[in-house]
Nanobody, 114 residues
Framework: QVQLVESGGGLVQAGGSLRLSCAAS??????MGWYRQAPGKQRELVAT???????NYEDSVKGRFTISRDNAKNTVYLQLNSLKPEDTAVYYC??????????WGQGTQVTVSS
């Protein structure tokens, strides 16, 4: 059974930084990534990283956010720098299993005050 444990969200002032972590267990994971959902908006891709560390970012976070992974720990990280109020959202970890199923984490709140 796949389990995802997210951590690292919180409240930060604009310009600040946070680091999100998502520890996955129960399978082998190919792509791992992060999505976010702001109030009243659809869930959107933030960043993904493949098993060989190929990354993909949503345009608005390029140069500010960095995704990385530790394959030995089955953990994916998202470093959020230069945060803006519009980055406020629930951030969801997302992984793809060996059977190509997508699995979501429970979400962690990131709130950026102006």
């Amino acid at each position: 059974q796949v389990q995802l444990v997210e951590s690292g969200g919180g409240l930060v002032q604009a310009g600040g930084s946070l680091r999100l972590s998502c520890a996955a267990s129960g399978d082998i994971f190919s792509t791992m990534g992060w999505y976010r959902q702001a109030p009243g908006k659809q869930r959107e891709l933030v960043a993904t990283i493949s098993s060989v560390a190929t990354t993909n970012y949503e345009d608005s976070v390029k140069g500010r956010f960095t995704i990385s992974r530790d394959n030995a720990k089955n953990t994916v990280y998202l470093q959020l720098n230069s945060l803006k109020p519009e980055d406020t959202a629930v951030y969801y970890c997302w992984v793809v299993t060996a059977q190509k199923f997508g699995v979501w984490g429970q979400g962690t709140q990131v709130t950026v005050s102006s």
